[in-house]
């Protein structure tokens, strides 16, 4: 019997591949060996990108200053800074979370507006890192106390986990637009100056 999980496989192969009692025809053997040579060689890989990316990462400033807001890390950061390229190109932030697909479809009629879910039309691949670094945030959001976290709290007396999840991403996706289209760094404690008529 072998435990649930990749790593516990990749253990566990030797043991079996070598255990000529076990039933394993001989044929499925070397195919097995060779799957395990390949996985390991896509992981060398993965570490290998991984590693270059971090690299890339600490040598751009933009993206340095886009890992500062909690639940955006490296990877994030670095794939925010090359997919967006100039942040002016967008006129605020919410025309970015749109382009993520991070802001709720609306339905309208009559004068009377109706926010639907988020429209996931956007690019999937960033939408989903931030919503998984949101989770991370939501997750630990009980135990801590900055800004962030403050607001989580507020939100999840509220609505949902997962909405949460999804509202904090927007945010910071909107957070991410003014650092870089301002060119400002991150701070935790910073409120927006009131709006004049």
Same mark, same amino acid.
């Given at each position: 019997m072998i435990s649930q999980?990749?790593?516990?496989?990749a253990k566990q192969i030797p043991r079996i591949l070598e255990d000529a009692e076990n039933g394993l025809? *001989? #044929?499925?053997?070397?195919? =097995? +060996?060779?799957? =395990?040579?390949?996985?390991?060689a896509l *992981?060398? $890989?993965v570490d290998e990108l991984e590693a270059q990316i971090q690299t890339w990462h600490r040598q751009n400033a933009e993206s340095r200053r886009l890992a500062e807001i909690p639940g955006i890390g490296p990877? #994030? &950061?670095? &794939? %925010?800074v090359a997919s967006i390229g100039d942040a002016k190109t967008f006129d605020n932030g919410r025309q970015m979370a749109a382009w993520l697909g991070?802001?709720?479809? $609306?339905y309208s009629s009559g004068g009377k507006p109706t926010l639907l879910g988020i429209s996931k039309r956007g690019d999937m691949y960033l939408r #989903?890192? %931030?919503?998984h670094g949101a989770? +991370? /945030? /939501?997750? /630990? +959001?009980e135990r801590r106390t900055d800004p962030t976290d403050v607001w989580v709290k507020r939100l999840l007396d509220r609505r949902h986990q997962n909405v949460a999840a999804v509202a904090l991403a927007n945010k910071n996706a909107r957070t991410a637009w &003014? %650092?870089?289209a301002h060119e400002r760094d991150y701070r935790a404690d910073y409120t927006p100056a009131p709006m004049t008529a």
């Open positions: 999980g990749i790593s516990h496989i025809p *001989d #044929t499925l053997r070397p195919l =097995i +060996a060779r799957l =395990i040579a390949h996985l390991g *992981d060398r $890989q990877l #994030t &950061a670095s &794939a %925010l991070l802001v709720p479809r $609306q #989903t890192l %931030l919503v989770r +991370a /945030v /939501v997750r /630990v +959001a &003014a %650092l870089l």
